[in-house]
């Protein structure tokens, strides 16, 4: 049986171990983005380093954008019911009379003490 030491420690290499693969990715990014530095054909260049770094960041948050996106289209789908709804009701709200409520009159309103 593991005590709570042994639990934070291996929790403590774990998190290290993901570091320091982090660390090694860039360090290959970084690599390659050198070795583009020396293509003679800049545009080529840029372009394949664009390439690898989009493809190094589909990799590391490649789940984590496709949650996002599938929320997103699940709001927006939310959001159209909710304007139809809006839509709706600003219509009615439009086409409805509207009425000034007042006292009725008197016969001393009141106007003659201000006069």
């Not at 159209?80 to 439009?94: F, K, P, Q, T």
């Amino acid at each position: 049986m593991t005590t709570e030491k042994e639990v934070s420690t291996l929790k403590l290499i774990k998190g290290n171990i993901q570091k320091t693969e982090e660390l090694d990715k860039a360090e290959d990014s970084s690599k390659f983005a050198r070795r583009m530095v020396h293509n003679k054909d800049e545009k080529t260049a840029n372009e394949m380093i664009r390439q690898q770094a989009t493809h190094e960041a589909d990799q590391i948050f490649g789940d984590e954008l496709t949650q996002l996106r599938m929320e997103a289209h699940d709001l927006d789908a939310q959001s159209a019911s909710s304007n139809v709804i809006l839509a709706d009701l600003e219509a009615r709200l439009a086409n409805t009379c509207r009425y000034i409520k007042t006292a009725k009159p008197t016969k001393d309103d009141g106007f003659k003490n201000l006069l």
